[in-house]
């Protein structure tokens, strides 16, 4: 048995010719674009083995944790749906990442952060398990609490105060240049641990996890703008129901606008998030009402196209279709897939959460295999169904 751990493949840091290159140059580009400032108080100290349990609010988050971590060269523990596409998968195997299934246990992942951490590493993990579409963070995912007692190392966070705000997932004109604070604190000593209970952990992590971009622009970035031509343009990816007249799927972006097309209500997004012209001021009020206007007792049903990863390791984007129905209990599939039927359910308990590409597909696991549902005849829809599970497991806190 000990000759067999000897000859454990180590999990190794990120290539540093690679790693280095392109860490020094997007911290040189973040910081003259975006005015990135970054507090390293907490990290001065670092070493590891340590681990990084961090908000996940943006795609940018990755870059920003990295830089605040330099000259370290951390593990981050990644969805494994990256892994799917040949470039990105080449690339995150330079960097050495841990891939891990979202919603579902996954035995391998735990192997390499157990792994990661008695080698000394740093380790990054995101725990909310998926990039929140509206800037407003979600629950943990289960185990991460239990995860941190089993580790018993020095617990940090980092958060990217504004990287939402310059590169939200809705949007569709790419860097809105304003200005990011990256925050780090130090969250447990690795001696405490031992003696803090689950629940107690748990706390401390989602008090840490708990992040609100339009907290943020209101408070911390009062009268920055974040500039950019077409600043609500793919808005309504994530706003599907008018205020004003109830109708689903109508909305319709151009610019600063988002415009209800069944009944014309416009409202306007200004270079601050501030919403005028409707009966909100920040889209995460618009979201959140919406939420609450779901009929959880009403099942959604939708024709879907589905994606899924081929025998190559790549994923087929048009790899079948069928249909897929959730009421409060269940999630149920059935269609074909790669030439063979395919029907399944599983229980919204389970699942807990959609993961979601705004516009174009949600994610779910069955038997630990990841389809994506492209819903059909329009692919925005997908929200409303993140949104339903997302309040039926009473996924987002809002304080």
Same mark, same amino acid.
């Given at each position: 048995? *000990?000759?067999?751990? &000897?000859?454990?493949?180590?999990?190794?840091?990120?290539?540093?010719?690679?790693?280095?290159?392109?860490?020094?140059? #997007?911290? #040189?580009?973040?910081?003259?674009?975006?005015?990135?400032?970054?507090?390293?108080? *907490?990290? @001065?100290?670092?070493?590891?083995?340590?681990?990084?349990?961090?908000?996940?609010?943006?795609?940018?988050?990755?870059?920003?944790?990295?830089?605040?971590?330099?000259?370290?060269?951390?593990?981050?523990?990644?969805?494994?749906?990256?892994?799917?596409?040949?470039?990105?998968?080449?690339?995150?195997?330079?960097?050495?990442?841990?891939?891990?299934?979202?919603?579902? !246990?996954?035995?391998?992942?735990?192997?390499?952060?157990? @792994? !990661?951490?008695?080698?000394?590493?740093?380790?990054?993990?995101? =725990?909310?398990?998926?990039?929140?579409?509206?800037?407003?963070?979600?629950?943990?995912?289960?185990?991460? *609490?239990?995860?941190?007692? &089993?580790?018993?190392?020095?617990?940090?966070?980092?958060?990217?105060?504004?990287?939402?705000?310059?590169?939200?997932?809705?949007?569709?004109?790419?860097?809105? =240049?304003?200005?990011?604070?990256?925050?780090?604190?130090?969250?447990?000593? !690795?001696?405490?641990?031992?003696?803090?209970?689950?629940?107690?952990?748990?706390?401390?992590?989602?008090?840490?996890?708990?992040?609100?971009?339009?907290?943020?622009?209101?408070?911390?970035?009062?009268?920055?703008?974040?500039?950019?031509?077409? =600043?609500?343009?793919?808005?309504?990816?994530?706003?599907?129901?008018?205020?004003?007249?109830?109708?689903?799927? /109508?909305?319709?972006?151009?610019?600063?606008?988002?415009?209800?097309?069944?009944?014309?209500?416009?409202? &306007?997004?200004?270079?601050?998030?501030?919403?005028?012209?409707?009966?909100?001021?920040?889209?995460?009020?618009?979201?959140?009402?919406?939420?609450?206007?779901?009929?959880?007792?009403?099942?959604?049903?939708?024709?879907?196209?589905?994606? *899924?990863?081929?025998?190559?390791?790549?994923?087929?984007?048009? !790899?079948?279709?069928?249909?897929?129905?959730?009421?409060?209990?269940?999630?149920?599939? &059935?269609?074909?897939?790669?030439?063979?039927?395919?029907?399944?359910?599983?229980?919204?308990?389970?699942?807990?959460?959609?993961?979601? #590409?705004?516009?174009?597909?949600?994610?779910?696991?069955?038997?630990?295999?990841?389809?994506?549902?492209?819903? @059909?005849?329009?692919? /925005?829809?997908?929200?409303?169904?993140?949104?339903?599970?997302?309040?039926?497991?009473?996924?987002?806190?809002?304080?």
């Amino acid at each position: 048995m *000990a000759e067999k751990k &000897k000859n454990v493949k180590p999990i190794g840091k990120p290539n540093p010719f690679l790693y280095y290159p392109l860490a020094y140059v #997007a911290g #040189a580009i973040f910081k003259l674009v975006c005015r990135v400032k970054i507090d390293r108080s *907490a990290l @001065q100290n670092i070493q590891g083995p340590a681990f990084i349990v961090c908000p996940h609010i943006s795609n940018i988050d990755f870059i920003l944790v990295a830089l605040a971590l330099l000259p370290h060269r951390p593990n981050f523990v990644t969805s494994e749906h990256f892994m799917a596409r040949p470039l990105i998968r080449w690339f995150l195997t330079k960097m050495a990442v841990i891939p891990k299934k979202m919603y579902c !246990a996954d035995i391998r992942a735990m192997r390499s952060i157990l @792994q !990661a951490k008695d080698q000394g590493h740093l380790i990054v993990i995101f =725990p909310e398990g998926r990039l929140s579409c509206f800037g407003h963070s979600v629950n943990l995912t289960d185990g991460t *609490a239990e995860l941190v007692k &089993k580790l018993g190392i020095n617990v940090y966070t980092v958060t990217g105060n504004g990287a939402y705000l310059t590169l939200p997932k809705w949007g569709k004109a790419g860097l809105r =240049p304003g200005r990011i604070q990256v925050e780090s604190l130090k969250l447990l000593d !690795a001696e405490a641990i031992p003696d803090m209970s689950v629940a107690e952990i748990q706390e401390v992590l989602e008090l840490a996890i708990l992040h609100d971009e339009d907290k943020v622009a209101r408070e911390m970035m009062s009268g920055v703008k974040y500039k950019c031509k077409a =600043p609500a343009e793919g808005l309504d990816g994530i706003l599907y129901k008018c205020p004003e007249c109830g109708a689903e799927f /109508r909305m319709e972006t151009s610019g600063s606008l988002i415009r209800c097309s069944a009944c014309g209500l416009e409202a &306007k997004l200004d270079e601050s998030y501030v919403l005028h012209g409707g009966p909100f001021k920040s889209i995460n009020e618009w979201f959140f009402w919406q939420m609450e206007q779901i009929d959880l007792d009403v099942p959604l049903e939708s024709e879907t196209i589905v994606i *899924a990863v081929g025998p190559d390791g790549n994923r087929d984007f048009n !790899a079948g279709s069928g249909t897929i129905r959730m009421d409060r209990e269940m999630i149920h599939f &059935k269609g074909t897939v790669f030439g063979e039927a395919l029907e399944f359910e599983e229980t919204t308990r389970s699942v807990k959460a959609f993961p979601a #590409a705004v516009g174009s597909h949600f994610d779910l696991y069955h038997n630990k295999i990841m389809y994506n549902f492209r819903l @059909q005849p329009d692919p /925005r829809a997908n929200m409303k169904w993140v949104a339903f599970l997302d309040r039926l497991n009473n996924n987002v806190r809002v304080e």
